[in-house]
């Protein structure tokens, strides 16, 4: 049983999910009833979901080559866009091959089933992105779970598999946690047992983390040692599609011809891939700038979250947790959000556990000070009137 077989209709009713949204992103979102929410919700960490250079691109590949592919890439959908995107994504990385996805999910319940070809055990961190476990699930392997960030646990397991082909498997910044991987104590793992393969899920590092923004490896120094980095345009990049990024080019090869979703289903449309291709035209140009802007707020809202004493885990990123541990409280605390016109997200079963309920803040570059400051204030009147 699965935390999402639980959710229904009711579950959506009850906590406001699938709000009908009629503004593009940004910092403000506006909903069908008219009330524009300052938006706490979006992984728009970046503020490229609406920028003028990027939608010019989509259009422009659109009046080019109309909205559909019509078919898998392999036989009549690869564009020069489709092409030119993966080429960014292997200078991006410094490497030869990288490859495409319609989304971060796809990639993972792609490629993890195909790397794991090799594999005999794979051993994953218990806060996972549900796409991994998935994707575990496909592959068909063994499989241990071992406490979030427990690297001594970790290491047991290891030790005692020593004779095992094993594949780590890891979000880079955790989604809902928004704290690290420890991906220094994972590659310092792999020099002393070389038959580890180290695969790290950073869609929400990639874009906001690493001096090129190719995210939490590249800010560990670690992108000589991790084997398969996947990303998402989702997030920071204000488009849509994942991507993989696999160090030795033969298995790279491999996956390409061997992943189902790369080569049984269509790629994003050639607008989206224009879009794509822009956005990381202005992640080389501007994204140093966007990433310190981004950090300073990032820094300024711990800061002024840990005034008024909330529960935000390890987090120092640009998720932020706001634990309240039960769904009531959560819940209400959020309805007093949103009468304040402020969106977060409400997390609670089947998100996480129902003991763990939480709101989850996410920062982007569009904000200002102002901004977070209002939500501090709204969020310690709302906690202080429960
Ligand atoms: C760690 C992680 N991996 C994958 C995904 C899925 O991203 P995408 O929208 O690109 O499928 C998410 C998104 O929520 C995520 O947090």
């Known amino acids: 049983m699965n935390l999402f077989d639980r959710f229904s209709s009711e579950t959506a009713k009850q906590f406001n999910y699938f709000p009908k949204i009629r503004s593009a992103?940004?910092?403000?979102?506006?909903?069908?009833?008219?009330?524009?929410?300052?938006n706490f919700a979006s992984c728009d960490y970046l503020g490229m979901a609406n920028n003028?250079?990027?939608?010019?691109?989509?259009?422009?590949?659109?009046?080019?080559?109309?909205?559909?592919?019509?078919?898998?890439?392999t036989?009549?959908?690869?564009?020069?866009?489709?092409e030119e995107l993966e080429k960014r994504y292997a200078e991006l990385f410094n490497i030869s091959i990288a490859l495409m996805y319609t989304t971060s999910y796809q990639a993972n319940i792609g490629v993890l089933p195909v790397i794991a070809q090799?594999?005999?055990?794979?051993v994953m961190d218990k806060l996972c992105h549900v796409s991994l476990y998935d994707a575990v699930k496909l592959s068909n392997k063994p499989f241990r779970v071992y406490q979030h960030n427990n690297i001594t646990r970790l290491t047991e397991i290891i030790k005692n598999n020593f004779n095992k082909n094993i594949l780590i498997v890891s979000d880079g910044v955790f989604s809902a946690d928004g704290d690290y991987c420890d991906i220094r104590a994972l590659c310092h793992l792999k020099s002393i047992y070389p038959n580890l393969t180290i695969y790290i899920d950073d869609a929400h590092g990639v874009g906001t983390l690493g001096e090129n923004g190719c995210g939490l490896v590249e800010a560990m120094g670690c992108l000589n040692d991790v084997d398969i980095i996947i990303g998402t345009m989702s997030k920071s990049f204000g488009s849509t599609g994942g991507f993989c990024i696999i160090k030795d080019a033969e298995l790279a090869q491999q996956v390409r011809f061997k992943s189902?979703?790369?080569?049984?289903?269509?790629a994003v449309s050639p607008g989206v891939a224009a879009a794509s291709c822009m956005s990381l035209e202005i992640n080389k140009q501007e994204g140093k700038n966007r990433r310190k802007k981004l950090s300073e707020l990032v820094?300024?809202?711990?800061?002024?979250?840990c005034q008024i004493n909330i529960n935000k885990l390890l987090s120092n990123s640009v998720i932020i947790p706001v634990i309240f541990n039960t769904v009531e409280k959560s819940s209400q605390i959020n309805n007093i959000l949103l009468n304040n016109d402020i969106m977060v997200s409400l997390f609670v079963p089947p998100y996480v556990d129902k003991k763990k309920s939480r709101l989850?803040?996410?920062?982007?570059?569009?904000?200002?000070?102002?901004?977070i400051d209002t939500l501090v204030d709204v969020l310690s009147r709302a906690i202080s009137a429960i």
Do not use: V, W
């Open 360 to 371: 989850r803040m996410t920062l982007t570059y569009n904000h200002t000070r102002q901004d």
């Open 75 to 82: 036989f009549c959908g690869y564009t020069k866009y489709h």
């Open 25 to 38: 992103c940004g910092r403000e979102l506006k909903l069908e009833n008219g009330n524009t929410k300052l």
């Open 299 to 305: 820094e300024y809202a711990h800061k002024k979250l």
């Open 260 to 266: 189902t979703t790369y080569n049984a289903s269509r």
């Open 52 to 73: 003028d250079f990027i939608k010019e691109a989509a259009i422009d590949a659109i009046k080019h080559y109309g909205t559909n592919i019509s078919g898998p890439m």
């Open 118 to 122: 090799n594999i005999d055990l794979i």
